[in-house]
């Protein structure tokens, strides 16, 4: 049964909610605090997007294809190599 704990993660997170929203006062920190949550990671996702754009224009070398390595020759001098 410990096993598969994470078959109770739904469940607490329901009855977690459940019971934040049921009292009034956690109710009203946790209706304000969604949407900032929500309001920062559009804020992120928009600003990480930005920033690779603008890198991208920024250094276009950096995002090009590049050739492979040059194949490294040893030359034997007919030796034993120890």
């Not at 704990?5 to 909610?17: K, S």
């Not at 934040?20 to 956690?26: A, E, S």
């Not at 754009?53 to 020759?73: G, I, N, Q, Y």
């Amino acid at each position: 049964m410990v096993r598969y704990f994470f078959a109770w993660v739904p469940l607490f997170i329901v009855m977690g909610t459940a019971s934040l929203l049921t009292i009034p006062y956690l109710a009203l920190i946790v209706l304000a605090a969604v949407p900032l949550v929500v309001l920062a990671a559009c804020a992120w996702a928009i600003y990480a997007a930005v920033s690779t754009v603008v890198s991208m224009f920024r250094h276009p070398s950096a995002h090009t294809a590049r050739p492979l390595a040059e194949p490294v020759v040893h030359i034997s001098t007919g030796g034993v190599n120890r």
